[in-house]
């Protein structure tokens, strides 16, 4: 660890803490249907889009036509991305004469994408023709986002709302994230990456002689603009295999910190959106504070864990002040890499620029655990937002309990229906998880996969599992997934992950939004100081603590301690 290594890492939170203000402000602009910068632009493309689609934007949803919406539109839009990845072979900007992929990859990849996941079991640039890198998963990535921060907006109006039926309209929330959100900021981020090096081509490939005189072939395409929305919507799938420790990915310093940047901005910024719109900055705050203290927290532990090195490297005859630079890149370094590790998988990012399976156990412990804290750190746009607000409910239910009042959160009483679905929500994970992860283990062709025998070949398997159900996407390494069995085990954790996730969330909005909203009192536990702070953070610590720590003490704890011991498996 450096004090130079430091002043990166501090760096990158301070010009993220710096936006989050600003771009909350103008989101919940847009959001509350206000007029913004871009109004006398895309305010007749918005207008545009609804007279097509046929859609009302002064009419809003109950909380069920709003899910059934977002649930019908998901449904479409896997048909669609399943259908071009199937048939890329017939479709048009296919240079490179890529077949279509096989129906279980097709399978996992249009779940993955449509889930905000990303996960990829598959090689962009030896599998993917351009219009699917662009028709297919870069629309996605701009829509599956989009639907997160719908869905967020949803439950974020029930706590502003008193006595309301509705919680807005499912295709407006889409049409708005998209056009004044996401799309104006990619343009910049698409540009800015251009400038430090990324390619933007329709051209396929370029060949070139090396120093030794050998053939390359060099593989290029569509990169900034997928790259740009990838960051922006926290969703992680990278244009080249080795995702953003590819130099056309991720060429310069520069580049890393804007991606890094990119991951952050939006999803911390909603946080104080949520604030602004039901009436009370400093319970954004609040949340963006949680989500600091573990954040910051998980970024020390993976660079002292990394800084720190491999005493059996060590013993081998490395320079232990060198610390563990396996699976990294010599021009981001550990403090970099320990960033971008904690970020990508505090959010539900999942786009990486080392490899985790190379970690210390400690440091791959780090990345796993905080995707199976529920991605709230602030987690996935929109996702994570709406992720931390369940866990605010169980907080302050909590808190009820130890003062024996009935809780209440932002005005609104939290009774037995809003802990049933909150607990049915915080359950999903753990059972996706550790089901599809405990059967994984048992079967001789799901553990023929695995790359490294012992403590590490059982990460593997949760790592995969953990990152899928999060709707992360990162990979441990190792793992060889695209098979038949993995294919289809993670196709259905992603879909768990999201959608029986979502659903409860959004029950527990309609609940909400048809509660009275009472002013707070002298009996009223408040819940933006530091002490519910604290108590927030105890409540996400417990849960994936109690939840996780069995199977972690058997896969990266057990590794974390060979390792100290000298030993290898």
């Known amino acids: 660890m450096s004090i130079i290594g430091w002043l990166q890492i501090s760096l990158l939170f301070i010009a993220v803490l710096i936006v989050i203000k600003p771009l909350g402000l103008y989101m919940a602009r847009v959001f509350s249907g206000e007029r913004n910068v871009f109004s006398p632009v895309l305010g007749p493309v918005e207008r545009g889009l609804y007279l097509a689609a046929g859609v009302d934007p002064k009419k809003e949803q109950g909380w069920l036509a709003y899910t059934m919406s977002m649930l019908a539109f998901s449904l479409a839009g896997f048909v669609s991305l399943y259908a071009i990845l199937r048939l890329q072979a017939y479709l048009p900007m296919n240079p490179q004469g890529f077949s279509g992929m096989p129906s279980d990859l097709a399978f996992n990849t249009a779940v993955s994408f449509v889930t905000n996941t990303n996960w990829q079991n598959y090689g962009g640039e030896t599998t993917l023709s ?267 239910f909590v808190a009820g309990l130890m003062v024996g009042r009935t809780p209440e959160l932002l005005g609104k009483k939290i009774e037995s229906r809003e802990m049933k679905y909150a607990m049915f929500a915080v359950l999903i994970l753990p059972v996706t998880i550790l089901g599809f992860a405990a059967v994984s283990a048992m079967l001789p062709f799901a553990v023929a996969s695995i790359g490294t025998a012992g403590p590490h070949g059982l990460s593997e398997i949760l790592y995969a599992f953990t990152s899928a159900a999060g709707n992360n996407g990162s990979a441990f390494g190792g793992l060889t997934g695209n098979t038949p069995w993995y294919n289809t085990t993670l196709g259905f954790a992603m879909l768990l992950g999201r959608f029986a996730y979502a659903v409860p969330v959004m029950a527990i909005a309609g609940s909400i939004a048809v509660k009275t909203r009472v002013p707070t009192s002298k009996g009223t536990f408040p819940t933006d100081t530091p002490l519910f702070v604290g108590l927030l953070v105890g409540i996400i610590l417990i849960l994936g603590g109690l939840q996780f720590f069995p199977a972690l003490a058997l896969g990266p704890i057990v590794e974390h301690l060979s390792m100290l011991a000298g030993q290898t498996f």
Do not use: C
């Open 130 to 396: 351009h219009f699917s890198q662009m028709a297919g998963l870069t629309v996605h990535n701009f829509v599956s986002a989009a639907t997160g921060i719908a869905m967020a907006l949803a439950v974020t109006r029930a706590f502003a709302r008193s006595n309301a039926s509705t919680v807005g309209n499912f295709w407006v929330d889409l049409t708005r994230s998209t056009l004044y959100v996401l799309l104006p900021i990619a343009v910049v981020m698409a540009l800015a990456m251009v400038w430090t090096g990324l390619p933007q081509t329709f051209h396929a490939d370029l060949s070139a002689t090396t120093l030794e005189g050998a053939k390359q072939t060099i593989s290029l395409g569509p990169v900034a603009s997928q790259e740009a929305i990838k960051q922006l919507g926290t969703n992680g799938g990278g244009f080249f295999n080795v995702n953003a420790a590819h130099p056309f990915e991720n060429p310069t310093a520069f580049s890393n910190y804007l991606n890094i940047f990119a991951m952050l901005s939006i999803s911390a910024a909603l946080v104080y959106t949520f604030g602004q719109m039901v009436g009370n900055r400093r319970q954004g705050w609040a949340f963006i504070a949680v989500t600091a203290i573990l954040l910051i927290s998980g970024v020390a532990v993976v660079y002292w864990a990394e800084a720190h090195g491999n005493p059996i490297l060590t013993a081998l005859g490395l320079d232990a002040a060198q610390g563990n630079m396996e699976g990294k890149e010599v021009r981001f370094g550990q403090a970099m890499t320990a960033l971008y590790a904690a970020v990508t998988t505090g959010l539900s990012d999942g786009g990486v620029n080392g490899m985790h399976g190379s970690l210390t156990g400690l440091g791959g412990l780090v990345p796993m655990f905080l995707m199976q804290l529920g991605e709230v750190l602030p987690g996935g746009v929109g996702s994570g937002l709406y992720g931390m607000v369940v866990f605010a409910i169980l907080a302050v």
